[in-house]
């Protein structure tokens, strides 16, 4: 079964910075692009950022820009966000989601997202 | 950034009914518009492509419509497994960007 797995739940200090894993099932996000996708406490759904493996570019959401990263591991079929210097603000469920991808003169951007992973909450908290 | 926006932000609806949800972008996006559905403390689910690409497993009484910065979600007869959140998501620009969400109740 296709899928995508998220590490459990995080309890954080303003502050610090977490790092969520997501890992998917072998082969799952060969050609395919990963995001990280956050909502906070009864909000609705924010981009933060995405990878696409197969060109090698990445790229957040302004608003992200400076605080989180975004990697893989193909070796493992895991992606990884970290994100630096929470705030309560950062208190969320954050979600991996593979993405399909639009291709354009030899570059791609996500396209919609098909597979999520199950979610991690994030608690930042003093 | 694009924006999204929703109407209306919640609806209550008898089942049966035919619901209707609303989605307009700040800008032209083209066809580059998706909808998820999602229920309470689970993950979104990806439900509509390219505006109106219904994915395999999806009822068929959900359908999407329109191009440019105007699109529709609709239900044609709404049922008691519908009862979620719907967002759409914009994937013209390197920076997706999601609507606000309509909850859609039982009346």
């Known amino acids: 079964q296709v899928q995508l797995v998220q590490s459990g739940a995080e309890v954080k200090k303003p502050g610090s910075s977490v790092k969520v894993s997501c890992k998917a099932s072998a082969g799952l996000l060969n050609n395919y692009g990963v995001s990280w996708v956050r909502q906070a406490p009864g909000q609705g759904l924010e981009w933060m950022g995405g990878?696409?493996?197969?060109?090698?570019?990445?790229n957040y959401a302004q608003k992200f820009q400076g605080r989180v990263t975004i990697s893989t591991d193909e070796s493992t079929d895991t992606a990884y966000m970290e994100l630096a210097s929470l705030t309560s603000e950062d208190t969320a469920v954050y979600y991996c989601a593979r993405s399909l991808l639009v291709i354009v003169g030899g570059t791609g951007r996500s396209d919609a997202f098909d597979i999520w992973g199950q979610g991690t909450m994030v608690t930042v908290s003093s | 950034d694009i924006q999204m926006t929703q109407s209306p932000s919640s609806l209550s609806a008898s089942i049966g009914d035919r619901v209707t949800i609303t989605c307009r972008a700040s800008?032209?996006?083209?066809?580059?518009l998706n909808w998820y559905q999602q229920k309470p403390g689970t993950a979104p689910k990806f439900l509509i492509h390219a505006a109106s690409s219904v994915q395999s497993g999806v009822p068929s009484r959900f359908s999407g419509s329109g191009s440019g910065t105007d699109f529709t979600l609709t239900i044609s007869s709404l049922q008691p497994e519908d009862i979620a959140t719907y967002y759409c998501?914009?994937?013209?620009?390197?920076?997706?960007?999601f609507g606000g969400g309509t909850k859609v109740e039982i009346k």
């Open positions: 800008q032209s996006i083209r066809h580059y």
């Open positions: 990878i696409i493996p197969i060109f090698g570019t990445s």
């Open positions: 998501q914009q994937s013209f620009s390197t920076a997706p960007t």
